[in-house]
């Protein structure tokens, strides 16, 4: 029912019941009464709901449509569209006016505006995706055709061994990519499961470290890494997957990192596994990171240009994180670097239970 009301000499002059209904009142005496025109409009609107009213009743507008926010008398928020237009009323001006509950219909048109961005979002993303992967493909590809080229018309072993070990570079590198792609769609698709085992975290973390410990080194970085001494001997999990989120973490803060130092530390206490990553990089803003662990995404569109990547590495440690149970948070300022935490549940305290089987 549409609410219809009488304004006169800025006060309500007569509502109907429809009105009543639509803010929550007692009954149209209560408006007349004791409810001012600008009492159920949203104090973010009053200015302008105030400025439409002065301008029918001194008979500079003849008729307005108008929409706006309002609130119940419970506090509800509602959004109104009011058709109005000024009439004489015993002689003097007054505006007559229909008001609708439009809410429920700008809610729904807000929905729909946001699924088509949400949509238009992905699918720009999704192609970016594509190009930054097959950029990602195609330059080790290319390293290894040309280095294949440059081994074939070696003459000498030392120079062989060293074309040999660039291709290998160049392979792993292309099957990080081609495994990061597989296993996130393992992921979406629900088909990726855990290959659970007691191992040595040490040893784990050891080959893990070793390559990103050189690579930072290489680009003039101090590297830490840290493992707290009442760290378990072994602990239950999927070494597979833990090791995939270490060099994730690691392959972020050295890539973003020019200056300073990257550092790593594994402890443990009775509530699980603490990983931490940190570094002096470029930081991120609190929108950045808040879009941190979509796919596709890297903090900016610049980030993917300036440093490579296919934006899927923290999406799927996330994903693997929170499929071992644990999660991944982050801790960032713009220009001050990161500090990633991995924590990860242990069962029995990271303890093999004394009954368990010991052949693994």
């Not at 006169?8 to 002059?13: A, H, T």
């Not at 509800?76 to 008001?99: L, T």
């Not at 590809?141 to 081994?151: E, F, K, Q, R, T």
């Not at 980030?303 to 990547?309: E, L, S, V």
Request: contains cysteine.
């Amino acid at each position: 029912m549409a609410g219809i009301f009488v304004i006169q000499d800025f006060r309500f002059r007569y509502v109907n019941q429809g009105f009543v209904d639509l803010h929550g009142y007692a009954g149209p005496a209560e408006v007349i009464v004791a409810v001012g025109p600008l009492d159920p409009v949203a104090p973010a609107d009053r200015d302008r709901v105030e400025a439409v009213i002065g301008r029918l009743l001194a008979g500079q507008d003849a008729s307005c449509d108008i929409e706006f926010a309002a609130r119940g008398k419970d506090g509800r928020a509602i959004v109104v569209e009011v058709g109005a237009r000024s009439f004489d009323y015993g002689g003097r001006p007054a505006i007559i006016g229909v008001a609708i509950d439009v809410t429920e219909r700008r809610a729904a048109e807000a929905a729909r505006e946001q699924a088509l961005a949400a949509a238009e979002t992905l699918l720009r993303l999704k192609s970016e995706f594509i190009a930054n992967m097959s950029h990602e493909m195609r330059t080790p590809l290319n390293g290894i055709i040309g280095l294949a080229h440059v081994g074939q018309r070696a003459k000498d072993l030392d120079k062989a061994r060293e074309v040999s070990g660039r291709i290998l570079e160049s392979g792993r590198r292309l099957l990080g990519v081609v495994t990061t792609v597989l296993d996130f769609s393992r992921l979406e698709s629900g088909r990726l499961t855990l290959d659970n085992g007691y191992f040595d975290p040490r040893a784990l973390l050891a080959k893990s470290v070793a390559p990103w410990e050189q690579a930072a080194r290489a680009k003039g970085l101090a590297f830490a890494a840290e493992v707290a001494p009442d760290l378990p001997a072994e602990i239950w999990g999927d070494r597979t997957r833990l090791a995939q989120i270490v060099d994730v973490l690691l392959a972020n803060a050295v890539k973003f990192t020019a200056a300073g130092q990257v550092s790593l530390r594994l402890a443990a206490d009775e509530s699980g596994l603490t990983l931490t990553v940190a570094d002096t990089g470029i930081g991120m803003t609190p929108e950045e990171t808040a879009a941190l662990f979509r796919p596709f995404e890297q903090a900016d569109g610049s980030a993917t240009r300036q440093y490579g990547g296919i934006g899927l590495g923290l999406a799927l440690a996330q994903r693997l994180a929170a499929l071992m149970g644990g999660r991944i948070t982050v801790d960032s300022r713009a220009g001050d670097g990161s500090t990633f935490r991995f924590e990860l549940p242990l069962p029995n305290g990271g303890q093999r239970p004394r009954s368990a089987d010991y052949s693994i």
